[in-house]
């Protein structure tokens, strides 16, 4: 099992519509969990973070975090075509000290 | 002013060449990590500094020898660069109990 886990995609939605991404992770125990998005070319832009069980809203972005269930999604509310990217689900290992990244979710935000 | 660095942008070289990256920080943060990113855009990290001493070497040949001068700074050296070298390495640093990292723009590296 990999130690995070997103679809890979892409995920295809149209323009307004709302995106959601997933991710699973291993770590039982890990505490702390992070989106970042990355244009083709680009690097990685973390933006959002999330700690506790629950809903975490910026703007048009929600994480949101089930302990649980070892899950994380992030929802982007009316998405645009600027939105199109690859979302890289990220989680802090405390017994490792490192950040383990998903293999990404590509978005396309159809016009 | 950009908060990490990352020169050159684009290196291009022979089989056997050895070249480095260099990477720097202005946000004041304590720790700092390069990541591989492979063509299927897997980011895998390689080594983490903190304050200037290792805390993390992944399961990296040791022909890549990272050096960290102050902890504004941290430098990646490749030693006889092979084909499978070629990859986006990313410069990145965190500060803080937060665990946030932040991306350098990256260095596209082409072994020939």
């Known amino acids: 099992q990999k130690e995070v886990e997103q679809n890979s995609g892409p995920l295809s939605v149209p323009e307004g519509a709302i995106a959601s991404l997933n991710c699973t992770y291993s770590?039982?125990?890990?505490?702390?969990f992070f989106w970042y998005r990355q244009y083709s070319g680009k690097s990685p832009e973390l933006i959002m973070s999330?700690?506790?069980?629950g809903d975490k809203e910026d703007g048009r972005f929600t994480a949101q975090l089930n302990k649980a269930s070892q899950y994380v999604s992030l929802l982007i509310r009316d998405s645009q075509p600027s939105d199109s990217a690859t979302y890289l689900c990220?989680?802090?290992?405390?017994?490792?000290?490192?950040?383990?990244f998903g293999s990404g979710t590509r978005l396309l935000v159809r016009p | 002013d950009t908060a990490v660095s990352q020169t050159p942008k684009y290196l291009v070289t022979q089989m056997g060449n050895d070249k480095s990256i260099k990477c720097e920080q202005n946000?004041?943060?304590?720790?700092m990590y390069w990541y591989k990113q492979d063509s299927k855009k897997f980011l895998k990290i390689m080594f983490s500094?903190?304050?200037?001493?290792?805390?993390i070497n992944e399961t990296v040949p040791n022909r890549f020898s990272p050096k960290s001068p102050d902890k504004a700074h941290l430098n990646l050296h490749i030693n006889s660069l092979e084909l499978g070298d070629s990859a986006v390495y990313f410069c990145?640093?965190?500060?803080?109990?937060?665990?946030?990292?932040?991306f350098g723009p990256g260095t596209r590296l082409t072994v020939t």
């Open positions: 990220a989680v802090w290992m405390d017994s490792s000290y490192k950040l383990i």
């Open positions: 770590d039982r125990g890990s505490q702390s």
């Open positions: 999330i700690y506790s069980n």
């Open positions: 946000l004041g943060h304590d720790t």
């Open positions: 500094y903190n304050n200037k001493e290792l805390i």
């Open positions: 990145a640093s965190a500060g803080g109990v937060s665990y946030e990292q932040y």
